[in-house]
């Protein structure tokens, strides 16, 4: 059974209580919305599934919208439709009611993410597209010389691709996302050349990992980055990322057709 916070958070973060700013930090990068939209390949009508403040809505036609958090839906600009106030677990629409489906940024924080995956399959008659991170992958960023815990956390949140696939069926790919050095979307990789924008306290608490650590922890990166950058041993070890126009790291798109 999913249990959902006051705030209607029905995973493993209470959007009540970090996700005040997350519009401001997380806006959708139009370069990756292009990868999605290539992966819906034109479908009309999308589902889009813990749809938070609805980014990359845009890269569909028409979208149902769902949230269980109202303090994320609280936040979706007035041009989209309202969100259905509903979980993943139990999509309250019919048997192929959709020409697709996407989740993004979305299954590691699922109470049962093969639930929720079998759900979408069973209210979609064409492809499910998933925007998630390889956890096999996350651990090779430079964040994890400077808190390994926030990476360890992701490691242990986000669901094996395999698993992923398992439960969609069908025919599925995936496919690696670049990042681009400017992007827009304030995940922890999306500062991979931008180390200096990690130390703003409300950028880290739109990446829900930092939520699962203590004081202690953020501290320590503080104070450690900082100390690097101005010595120049950041740069020294990654500063060739300053200046590279991509970074492939975790991001990939899960894509199951039936």
């Known amino acids: 059974m999913t249990t959902r916070t006051q705030d209607g958070s029905a995973g493993d973060v209470d959007y009540g209580a970090v996700g005040s700013g997350y519009s401001t930090y997380r806006r959708p990068d139009t370069r990756i919305a292009q990868f999605i939209a290539e992966a819906l390949g034109g479908a009309r009508n999308v589902l889009n599934v813990g749809a938070g403040t609805g980014s990359y809505e845009s890269a569909a036609r028409a979208v149902t919208a769902v949230e269980p958090s109202e303090s994320m839906r609280a936040q979706r600009p007035d041009r989209l439709a309202r969100a259905v106030d509903a979980v993943a677990e139990a999509l309250p629409f ?116 930092w939520s699962f650590v203590d004081d202690a922890v953020r501290e320590h990166f503080d104070r450690t980055l900082r100390r690097d950058l101005a010595s120049g041993s950041w740069d020294d070890r990654f500063g060739h990322l300053r200046t590279q126009p991509t970074y492939e790291g975790s991001l990939v798109i899960v894509r199951a057709t039936p």
């Open 94 to 209: 019919a048997d192929g009611a959709f020409d697709a489906a996407m989740t993004l940024f979305s299954v590691h924080q699922w109470s049962d993410v093969a639930a929720g995956l079998r759900e979408m399959r069973r209210v979609t008659h064409g492809p499910v597209v998933v925007l998630t991170c390889d956890p096999e992958l996350v651990r090779d960023f430079w964040l994890y010389a400077y808190a390994p815990e926030v990476l360890d956390t992701e490691a242990r949140r986000y669901p094996p691709i395999e698993d992923m696939a398992a439960a969609l069926g069908g025919t599925g790919t995936i496919r690696t996302v670049p990042i681009p050095l400017d992007c827009t979307d304030g995940f922890n990789e999306a500062y991979y050349g931008r180390p200096e924008l990690l130390l703003d306290p409300a950028a880290r608490q739109a990446c829900s990992a």
